[in-house]
């Protein structure tokens, strides 16, 4: 999925975003369901790596919709959509963050014993890897945590990421990396300083 | 393209064109530093990606819009509910204290006190009209992307 013009719904029809958004623009409410629908599942999965709660994800995506749509008369139709829409999706986030921590709600890929399920041990440790990784993406700076859950857990491409936030293509890689060093640290202060050991098993 | 230390997260995430690849691959197998580098934010990358999310079920999906829908009636409808009863609430104030100014058999506190609640309103209203007025329009930070 990307930030461009033509949009695709789940479906899989295609949808000329930019005549949506003229009739969304002209007050057709329902015209904003191609829109909500194509992009609903990226916007939570943002919303649920940034607050770590389904319930939350879905009340903040479901908010920055709202709030999109309300605004949608001063957007410029001829622009994708998406990069809009992120920033007020993050920026719901980043006050959501700032007002309270709330439950997480983390599934964890933990590694499998030899019946094929995580045992008890197993589970406790990915379970406790999973709270520090979590631990260590929060004393991250906004920008920086965004960046790398635009890339680690949603899985988008530099251009995707560029496109997203708007920035040039080649400022992606510097602002990414710049992001893991720090990462890295905050990883290390949290006690996963051993990520090669962990990774490996 | 970019700089130097950077390239170690684009030749991670597979962004790095085929030459430059190759020259990464090249310094990589001459330089140890550089190989525990990408070792050590290879294994930041991969510790990370552990901690996955939990799946929403497919019945979110098939709610979502309803839901998103729904947010925008409503809103409609608090405004609507929120704009009526400001203004029912500020009449019936407005009579009752004409009302109770106006009787000469109340006692002077009581009618003193229905002009302080009057004077106060009027100070708040002023100030925050001022202030989106003015003071807000001058903010150096309102620009400022969070």
Redo the contacts between chains.
């Keep these: 999925m990307d930030g461009g013009r033509a949009g695709r719904r789940?479906g899989g029809e295609a949808m000329d975003e930019g005549a949506v958004i003229l009739r969304c623009q002209a007050g057709d409410?329902s015209a904003?369901?191609a829109i909500?629908?194509t992009y609903?599942?990226r916007a939570?999965?943002f919303a649920?790596?940034w607050s770590g709660s389904?319930e939350d994800a879905?009340d903040l995506s479901?908010?920055a919709?709202?709030r999109a749509?309300?605004a949608i008369g001063r957007f410029d139709a001829a622009r994708p959509f998406y990069p809009w829409f992120h920033?007020i999706l993050?920026?719901l986030c980043?006050d959501h963050a700032a007002r309270a921590r709330r439950r997480r709600?983390?599934?964890?890929?933990a590694p499998e014993e030899a019946d094929g399920r995580p045992g008890p041990e197993a589970l406790r440790e990915?379970d406790e890897?999973?709270r520090l990784?979590?631990t260590a993406?929060d004393r991250l700076n906004?920008a920086d945590r965004e960046i790398?859950i635009l890339?680690?857990?949603q899985g988008l491409?530099?251009a995707e990421i560029a496109a997203t936030l708007d920035i040039p293509p080649?400022t992606v890689?510097?602002r990414?990396?710049?992001a893991?060093?720090r990462?890295?640290e905050r990883?290390r202060a949290v006690g996963?300083g051993d990520?090669?050991g962990?990774?490996?098993r | 393209m970019s700089d130097e230390r950077s390239r170690v997260s684009g030749y991670l995430d597979g962004e790095l064109s085929p030459e430059e690849r190759a020259a990464f691959e090249r310094d990589l197998a001459r330089d140890p530093h550089l190989a525990r580098e990408v070792a050590s934010l290879r294994a930041v990358r991969e510790v990370t990606r552990t901690m996955k999310l939990k799946e929403f079920p497919d019945v979110v999906w098939d709610r979502y819009w309803n839901g998103t829908y729904n947010r925008l009636e409503r809103r409609i409808g608090w405004v609507l509910l929120s704009a009526g009863a400001i203004v029912l609430l500020a009449a019936g104030l407005y009579h009752l204290a004409l009302a109770l100014w106006q009787d000469a058999a109340e006692p002077w506190w009581l009618r003193a006190a229905i002009g302080a609640v009057c004077a106060g309103l009027a100070i708040l209203f002023v100030s925050v009209i001022r202030e989106r007025l003015f003071t807000a329009r001058r903010d150096p930070y309102r620009e400022v992307k969070r």
């Design positions: 789940p409410a904003f369901e909500v629908t609903m599942r939570a999965a649920l790596a389904r879905l479901q908010e919709f709202a749509f309300r920033r993050r920026n980043i709600e983390f599934a964890v890929d990915a890897t999973a990784v979590r993406l906004d790398l890339r680690e857990f491409r530099y080649g890689m510097s990414l990396h710049q893991r060093l990462l890295r990883l996963l990520a090669e962990r990774a490996g």
